[in-house]
């Protein structure tokens, strides 16, 4: 089913008087609101190369629109970033911003630097609704989706900080600072669909952030009826949550497997569109002590995913306060890597990152919390 801009409007809406953001509109909505100002459609082209391609945030900076045209969009329009509250580097050289959002909700936005690239890990939603045993988010409830504006503004505000906007002397960067995007950060990015696909194709064109899809991961718990419609619509790279191979255990420690069981997820995995051997699925699996980390364990983990192009990303769980889980020991998550590995799937153990500043997997949670509807309203 093709998807209407009207779908992603609502979470994006500006109730009141105030400005309207022009970050997280595609280019047919740029091209309506040049429209409403009557100005020509490729004006839209322009509009959106200022905003996305070149990171401008004041409309004086567009210097190929006309005078005229900059004080009409000055007047109603703004090009805004979620605001930073907290700005935290890990002794790693990880990041986290906190960022606040129009409303004051907040969410967390995590930069990695590698040797041989640099990963933005971007939030979806307010809090999360999956209740995950081993995540720290899973305890937020969830407050609200994020909209497109701040999905890709997250990306904007990373590349500000980073000093990576293309400019006409240095036209493209080729060593970034930031090369890659995983959702991964809070919420579950597959029940926010609409607007993490709005986000995403926004980034990947060409004409503005220019991320590929080959570079941008999705992380999932496993809602199973969106994994071929974001294959099919984002080709994006897929990850998914597996952490046990038995129902039973899964069940409990990540609760959407009641709905989903792990073989309707397989199935779903190996139907993947553009999936092979160059393109693998990942699987993340937390390592927790005495829970799922046996050699049984890591067995069962190669039989269920025989046939599917993959690779296994072992996080070695990462604590958090109250969290009712320890993590399993380096000569474990060693153990069940090497029975991954013999059976021919890369298993690379996930160095954990930032846990000084509570930025590693699973350590997010802002302080937004849902208000308490009153009782006798
Ligand atoms: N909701 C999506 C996106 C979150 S990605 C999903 O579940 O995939 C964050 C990853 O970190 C997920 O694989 C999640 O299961 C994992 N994770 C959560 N808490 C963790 C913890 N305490 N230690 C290590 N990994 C954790």
């Not at 391609?53 to 004041?58: K, L, M, V, Y």
């Not at 930031?178 to 029940?191: A, D, K, R, T």
């Not at 994994?227 to 949550?241: H, Q, W």
Request: proline share 6%; with cysteine.
């Amino acid at each position: 089913m093709p998807i209407t801009s009207e779908q992603f409007a609502a979470p994006e809406a500006s109730s009141g008087d105030g400005p309207i953001n022009l970050i997280g509109m595609n280019r047919a909505e740029l091209t309506a609101t040049l429209e409403t100002l009557d100005e020509p459609r490729f004006r839209a082209d322009q509009l959106f190369k200022w905003i996305y391609g070149r990171g401008a945030t004041e409309f004086d900076q567009m210097t190929n629109l006309s005078k005229t045209l900059r004080a009409k969009l000055a007047d109603r329009y703004v090009v805004a970033r979620p605001q930073i509250s907290q700005d935290l580097a890990s002794k790693d050289g990880t990041h986290k911003w906190l960022l606040r959002l129009d409303d004051g909700n907040e969410v967390e936005c995590v930069h990695i630097p590698e040797s041989d690239r640099g990963t933005l890990c971007v939030s979806s939603q307010v809090g999360c609704t999956l209740n995950c045993r081993f995540c720290h988010t899973g305890t937020q409830r969830l407050v609200r989706n994020l909209g497109p504006a701040e999905i890709v503004g997250q990306i904007m505000l990373a590349r500000d900080h980073l000093g990576e906007w293309p400019t006409v002397e240095r036209p493209s960067i080729y060593e970034r600072e930031l090369s890659n995007i995983v959702m991964m950060g809070m919420g579950e990015p597959l029940y926010n669909f609409e607007n993490v696909s709005a986000a995403l194709k926004i980034v990947m064109d060409d004409a503005g952030i220019a991320i590929s899809r080959r570079r941008i991961t999705l992380s999932t718990a496993g809602v199973v009826p969106l994994i071929e419609r974001c294959g099919a619509e984002l080709g994006v790279n897929l990850a998914v949550s597996l952490h046990a191979v038995r129902d039973d255990l899964r069940d409990e420690i990540v609760p959407i497997n009641r709905k989903y069981p792990i073989a309707e997820l397989l199935a779903a995995c190996r139907d993947y569109p553009g999936v092979r051997n160059s393109r693998r699925i990942t699987f993340e699996y937390v390592m927790l002590r005495d829970v799922n980390d046996t050699d049984a364990d890591a067995r069962e983990l190669v039989r269920l995913i025989a046939g599917i192009p993959s690779k296994v990303n072992l996080i070695p769980f990462n604590p958090w306060p109250g969290a009712p889980y320890d993590r399993s020991t380096d000569e474990r998550i060693e153990a069940f890597a090497e029975i991954v590995r013999s059976a021919g799937y890369p298993s690379p153990v996930r160095t954990p990152r930032g846990e000084d500043i509570m930025a590693a997997c699973g350590q997010l949670k802002s302080e937004s919390e849902r208000p308490r509807r009153s009782v006798a309203g």
